[in-house]
Structure formats: C-alpha cells, structure tokens
C-alpha cells in the first residue's frame, strides 16, 4: 500500500466520493450512503474507511497504514464544517457513530458504537446547547453501554462467563434504578436519575473490566473504529461466515458518520421499513417506528414499535400511532424517497431512518432479505411493472427459495426454537414431521392406521420401497446423495435425511440412540430434508400452494431465458405428469427397473425372479416372453402421458442379485411358486452373488450375456411407440443403453435392435418407426473412447452417479465413514483450513475431475457426430451449481427428478444471464444440437 492509497471515502452535503457498485471497497453500508448522498437523498455526512485497511491490519499485526490518520483528520474536518460543530469542542461538540459494513450483510458481526464524542469536557455544553439534559444523559449511557461492551470487551478478546458480560451488567444496574424509582420503560427515566445512572455505569465498567471508560473523545473514536476491524475476526462473524459462504479475506469497512438523534423528544423518532413487504412481498411500504429513540429501540424489541402506516397496521397494532397519522409531513417525505430508492435500486430496499426534530435523514440502505414467496412475487410484479427484465428477474430468487414454494417446509417459527438431534445430508426436499418407525412393513401399518411416520433404517433398499412410499419422511444412518434412499426419495419429492451419523439404529430393538438419548418408535421427529436437519418432537409444517400463478409466471420467464433444456428422471406414468405439471420437455431417464418394486409390482417382480432364476436360454426366453406384456404396459402409459416428448428409456441395468429375496421366508415362498427347491433358489442366488455388484454384472453386460432381455425390452418399447402411433399419439422413445465402456457393446446391441425394429415395423405395416438409440456415459473409459462411441450412439447421456463413483473410486452408497473427514474445513481450534474436498462430489459435480471426464466426452463425441444430443441424468442433473457447468460445456438438457425440475429451470436462466455477452447479438441462429429437448 503506497502513500497515495485513498483509505477513506468522503459522503455529505449532496457529495459522496464512493458510488454504490464499490461495495468490495466501501462495503454494502458505505457504498449505498455514498450512493444515497450522490442522489440528492439527505443523509448525514460521514466516510468509509476501506476494507482494504481491514485487509491490511490483519496483514500487519493489526496495525494501521501509516497514512490512515491523517486521512482521517481531515474527513473528520469535513464532517465538522458541514455540520458546524467540532468533534471534543466543549462548548458545540460533534458526536458520531461507528459501523462496520462488509461486502455482504452480515446481521451478526454488525458492531455499532452511537454517541462517540461524549466526555465530561463536552457534556455540558451540549447539554446548554440542546437544553435537553435528560437527551444527553440518556445518549451517554447508550455510549458507555455499547463502547464497553464492543471495543473494551469483545474486540479486547475478553470472554466473559454466561451472563456476566458487561452490557448485561449494565442492563441489570439499570433495571435496579428503574426498579428504585418506580420506572416501567427507559423514558420514565428523568435527567437526574439518568446522570446518577451514568455515575453508577463508568463505576461498573471499572469493576468488571478493570479499566476507566475512555474519556478523550480521539481515543473513543479509534477504539471503536479498531473495534470494527477487529470484530471481522470475532467468533460470531467467522461462524456467520462460515454458514453464508463468505471468503475471509474481504474484510470489513468502518463507517464513521455524524450523529443524528431521535431521542430529541416527541418530534424525534427512528425507524426501519422496507419498500415492499418482506414476508408477502406485497408491494406496500412497511415498517415500524419509535418516537423520541435511537435505532437500536427498534430492533432490541424493548419497546413495541408503532406500525409506518395506517395501511399495513395488524390486530396487534391497531392502537399504535401510525408514522403517518403522527407525522405526515415526514410520512410523505418517506415515501417519496421509499420510491426514488425503488426506481434507482430496481429492488426491494431495507431501510433506516432517524427524525431530528421534524427533520428526515436516512441512515441505511440495501437490499432487503425476503421469503421465497416474496421474492418470486417481488421479481414478477416489478418485471410486469417494466422496472426489470426478465433476465434481472430470474436472478432475484435463489434455488434455496425456489424450493421453499415447491414443498410442504417445516414452520419457519417452529425450527428457531426447536431442539436439533443430529445433522445429515439434505437427501430429500421439504419438511415432515411424524412418528418414528424402523421397519418398513411398520411405516405400512402405521401409515395404513393414518399415522405420519418417519421411516427411520441404518440404510435402505429396494425392498423398503413400500415403506419408503408410506413414509413422511425417510431417515437413514448411512449413505451417500446417491445412495438408494436419497434417489428414491428425490425421485417421489419426498422429505429425506441420508447419513445421519450421529444415529446409533437399532431395527431390532426399534430404537434409534443419539447423542445420550434413546428414542423409541412412535417417538415424533421433524425432519427439514433441505437442510438435513433432525429435530426433536412434531414441529408445525406448511404447506405449498400448487397452482402460484407468480411461480408459473416467474418460471415462465425463467424458460424464455435459458438455453438449456430440462428433462425428469421419471419411471412411471404418474412420476411423468407430475415431469409434465412441472415444465420437464422430455424425460431423461425412465429406470425400467422400478416397474418391479412398488404397488401393483408382485407379478413382474415374479416373472422377472423366474426369467432371472431361469437355467436355459430357453427357460429365459420363456420366461421374458410372460413378462413382455407387462413391461409393454407399463412402457406404453410412460410414452402415452410424455405425448409428443421424448422418454429416454434405459435397458435393465442393476446387477440381477438385487432382485432375489435373500431372506429365507421369501426365498422358500418363491421356490414354492416356481415348483422348485429352497436349495435351487439358493444356488442361484450364490451364483448370482458378486464382491463388486456394482462394477460387475450389470448394465449392458446384461445385454450382451442375455440378448433374449434386452430384445424383450427394445421390442416392449418399439411396439408400445407404434401402438400409440395407431392410436393417433406420439410417441418419441430414446433406447439407452446403460454401463457401456466400449463401442463394440453398442455395436453388439444396435445389431439386436436393428434386428426387431424390422420385425416390429412389419407387423405393423410401418415404413418408418422414429426413435433414438444411444448410451449411458457413466464409465471414465466410456468419455475417454467418447469418439468411437459416438459412431453408434445417437446421444449421450452422462451417468455422473456412477462416474463419480468410477472417477474417484469412491462407493456411492457408502461415503459417510469418511466423507466428513474430507469437508472438514475447520481444525480442532476452530481455524480455517482447506478442506480435502471442496464438496460431496455426489451432490456437485467435480468439474476438476468427473466434469473434466465430460468435457472430454462430449468434445469427442461432437468430433464424430456434430449434432449429438448430449444430457445429464445423474443426481447432479438437478444441482444448480452442477447445472451451471452443464450449461458452459454445451449440454441440450439436464434431466433430474420432477421435483427438482423447477430449480433446474431456474438455475439454467441464471446461468443463461451470467454467460451471457454483454450485448447478445439482435437475430441468433440456433445451432445444431442446440434444442430445448
Ligand atoms: C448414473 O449413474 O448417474 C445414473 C443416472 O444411473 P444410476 O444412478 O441408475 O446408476
Ligand atoms: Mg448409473
């Protein structure tokens, strides 16, 4: 840092050295004052000391750079000369405040010190000079309260005990002197009594911090401009940080302002607002206030603040004075500037305001946090209004938001105060709440009996399906974002928690222990599954509502910006209405195996038991030939509720195992019905067992061991699509063949294919049958070979579940005894460290490595086929950060569950605008390959 670096940034008197897009600089707090300052809006003069000081002060052992001081000094002497006052001039002293203002709100670091200035010296000159002893008195004991509580104990690192900290001191000597003199709130408080008060305060702050309260006014103003610096690294901010994802390495402004009051009297007051509703996002100015207090009554909720105005008054507040009503000459001036802030900012604005004897000053402002209605609400309006565009709009609501309208969440309300057990990976979206279970013919029972029940397993699998399906909520120990439980539950939208670890599941006592306690089943639970959040007992819930026509116009916005294409993982008819209601073009994937697990599965999981427990080709063909009329039906509903979209169909791609009961009840229930032994049944599924299932027989492998299956399942496909074509409907199938690591297998397929499709267009008298035939990416062999696989495959589908377990040789159902261990991003002190991995790979795509594997695939791909067809279907299809690289790499669509399909559309726009160039060309061609399906 040289001599000429500009440390401090002058606003007042209708000039501001800053503007508001210097916020890495200025902070949010200092960029938007200079921003108010320059647009005429009256606010009192101040500067910004920069981050940069705060980035150098912790560079250089918490010194300053040399040329802080003067820079300082002579800010100060501006301030002085608009105000007309001297800072320490007893006779018309100038007071300021101190706020610290990071790049991003950060609610729980802010440290504010109000009243600096105030010393025996000037004291009584402002008291002669305001006439108002009663206002001093009370401003000084604001300042001895936050001066030794910010800077003289929490930047000086002293930790007190519970409750022994010194503000909590003070506040309790103050309430022993209300007590005394019979005060119920502070403003009972007379001048006399505030000045012995303040007598009995500076004793306090010598007894609990051993040292006087400052009385130089220089010395209250760097102590509290160190304060700021030094609470950027205080526990609560590095926490704050932590939690929203903020780089340590901003730093925070320091904001020295002159004081203004609105503790002056009964024409004083102080208030926050918002220009629309924060929680509805109705667009009316909303607010509260307080007459004769300064901005921390409103907010420390010690007294009752009156509603802004008469239209927003609630049951609660009916009684109170509306600013309004009190004041309407300042009311109106409010609004007037409530309206510039709107039109200038284009966004809902978080505003603070102080009233000095009938005069208006603004304090503060930024952009308001909202709820996810409000902010879908907020982004449609103001883009019907014309005060946005559309691309403005899609990126004024979060996924996070997004997902807060699409399901039933727990109250908000309820999760502040409720006790949290344990902490797990957020599998599944929304809130439920219900009674534990641990087995799945339990969930069933007690489902059936109209309980909400939370299904509660070490881990799940196919066999649970029922009692997943009956569950509110699924609750596992283990696994990963792909494991069985978290697909599946994604998959219905349902509420879902998946490795949990701190859970010690007992199926058999039915019981489930964490953290010294015992719970048993019928226990109530809540789970937030958007979080991955355990809570103790039934919290309340809330429910979405289904047909928001905001969200269907935001949304529709959301489509007329993205260039990606966004299709559903969806396996039944009923998962492709729900794709359907949610705005999928197409399914992505259709996982044939789920037609066996689930209702009405018992017979097509027998015939598919007999066809795998078959000895001959023969018996298969058998066997696959009772099983074709199901998987037909089941294929035809799919094709017929996607009319006119295209449904990715994959051929059966778990290894056979999976499908034979291992328990020995319904392995002698299955022999019996075949006509065969318990010990036959046995040996195939010995046979059938392998050390690796999931890099074994499985996928195409299938396939090409069994052509008889795969055959039944292209001709189940082929003739569902002509059927429906006979019946006046469009059918658009897209075979795809899973686990593929070489062209030869595709080649071997296309061969069996080719084979039936000329058997199924005669029978039907066709001259030509429409669909695609293409594979699964999902082996790193496969990307790498990407070229030579294009010369068969129609399209790509990237399989990034089984990729990322390939690429990083990591079990996707069974990360959790170490994963942690590779998040961890903080040490046992509790300082920063660089985690192992920036992410769970199986939630966001590695784009160093698994994404680099894509790239690679699809760049190869095109080098054959340029107009290859290219999408997602691993659980990142649905992950917006995920979706951000998809977009970037050139992908048609991502394909995800129907639930998700809302955020992808939206994360796809917001991608869309972030890439976008500056100024897009007027007339675009569309590329080939470049649809929206
Ligand atoms: C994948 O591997 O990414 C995929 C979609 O297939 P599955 O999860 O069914 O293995
Ligand atoms: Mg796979």
Known sequence: MTKATKHVYFFGAGKADGRADMKELLGGKGANLAEMVNLGIPVPAGFTITTGVCTYYYEHGRRYPKALPAQVGAAMARIEKIMGKKFGDPSDPLLVSCRSGARASMPSMMETVLNIGLTSATIPGLIALTGNARFVWDAYRRLIMMYSDVVMEKAAGLEPAEDQGVRKQLERVMDQVKRQVGAKVDTDLGADQLETLCQQFRAKVQQVIGKPFPDDPQEQLWGAVGAVFQSWNGKRAISYRRIEGIPDFWGTATNVQAMVFGNMGADSATGVAFTRNPATGEDAFFGEWLTNAQGEDVVAGIRTPNPLNVATKSEHTEHLKSLEEAMPAVYARLVAIRNRLERHYRDMQDIEFTIERGKLWMLQTRTGKRTGTAAVRMAVEMMRDKLIRKEAA???????????????????????????????????????????????????????????????????????????????????????????????????????????????????????????????????????????????????????????????????????????????????????????????????????????????????????????????????????????????????????????????????????????????????????????????????????????????????????????????????????????????????????????????????????????????????????????????????????????????????????????????????????????????????????????????????????????????????????????????????????????????????????SPFRVPIARLAAAQIAVKDAPKKPAKKRTRKAGKSKK
């Open 394 to 896: 899609v990126t004024r609501v979060t996924p996070a938001q997004l997902d807060e309208l699409l399901h039933r969440i727990l109250d908000p309300k309820a999760e502040k105060v409720a006790r949290v057990l344990a902490k797990g990976l957020p599998a599944g979206p929304g809130g439920a709440a219900g009674r534990l279970v641990f087995t799945a013919p339990d969930a069933v029972a007690w489902a059936e009996r109209g309980e909400p029940v939370v299904l509660c397993r070490e881990e799940t699998n196919p066999e649970d399906v029922e009692g997943m399906r009956a569950a509110a909520a699924i609750l596992t120990a283990r696994g990963g974002m792909t494991s069985h439980a978290a697909l599946v539950a994604r998959g219905w939208g349902k509420c879902c928690i998946v490795g949990c670890g701190a859970l010690h599941v007992s199926a058999q006592d039915k019981t489930v222990s964490v953290s010294s306690q015992t719970l048993a089943e019928g226990d109530w639970v809540s789970l937030n599954g958007s979080r991955g959040i355990l809570y103790q007992g039934k919290l309340a819930t809330v429910d979405p509502d289904p047909e928001n026509p905001m969200l269907v116009e935001f949304l529709a916005a959301c489509d007329k910006v993205r260039r990606l294409g966004v299709r559903a993982n969806a396996d039944s008819p009923k998962d492709a209405a729900i794709a359907r209601k949610f705005g999928a073009a197409g399914i992505g994937l259709l996982r044939t195996e789920h037609m066996f697990y689930g209702e009405g599965a018992d017979q097509p999981l027998f015939l598919l038991r007999k066809m795998i427990l078959s000895n001959t080709p023969e018996e298969r063909r058998a066997a696959c030939a009772e099983l074709y009329p199901f998987v037909k039906a089941d294929l035809k509903g799919t094709l017929a509720a996607m009319d006119g979209l295209p449904v990715t169909i994959r051929l059966l791609d778990p290894p056979l195992h999976e499908f034979v009961p291992q328990d020995e009840a319904k392995q002698k229930e299955l022999a019996q019905a075949l006509g065969i032994t318990l010990q036959d049944v046995r040996n195939r599924a010995e046979g059938l067992h392998e050390s690796n299932p999931m890099m074994g027989h499985r996928g195409v492998r299938l396939g090409v061991t069994y052509p008889e299956v795969s055959e039944m399942q292209v001709r189940a496909i082929l003739e569902a699509a002509a059927e429906l074509r006979a019946e006046g409907k469009k059918a658009l199938p897209e075979i795809m063949i899973p686990v593929t690591c070489t062209v030869n297998e595709l080649k071997d397929q296309q061969a069996l294919i080719g084979k039936v499709k000329a058997e199924v267009m005669k029978k039907f008298g066709l001259k030509r049958l429409d669909f695609l035939v293409g594979t699964m990416i999902e082996i790193p062999r496969a990307a790498l070979t990407a070229n030579r696989m294009a010369e068969v495959a129609e399209f790509f589908s990237f399989g990034t579940n089984d990729m990322t377990q390939m690429g990083f040789g990591f079990s996707r159902d069974d990360i959790g005894s170490f994963m942690p261990a590779y998040l961890k991003d903080r040490d046992e002190n509790d300082q920063k460290i660089t985690p192992i991995l920036p992410a769970d790979p199986f939630q966001t795509l590695d784009i160093e490595g698994v994404g680099e594997l894509v790239r690679m695939g699809i760049e190869r791909g095109r080098a054959t086929r340029p107009n290859l067809k290219v999408g997602i279907c691993g659980e990142h299809g649905g992950d917006p950060a995920s979706i951000h690289f998809c977009h970037q790499v050139g992908m048609n669509y991502v394909s995800c």
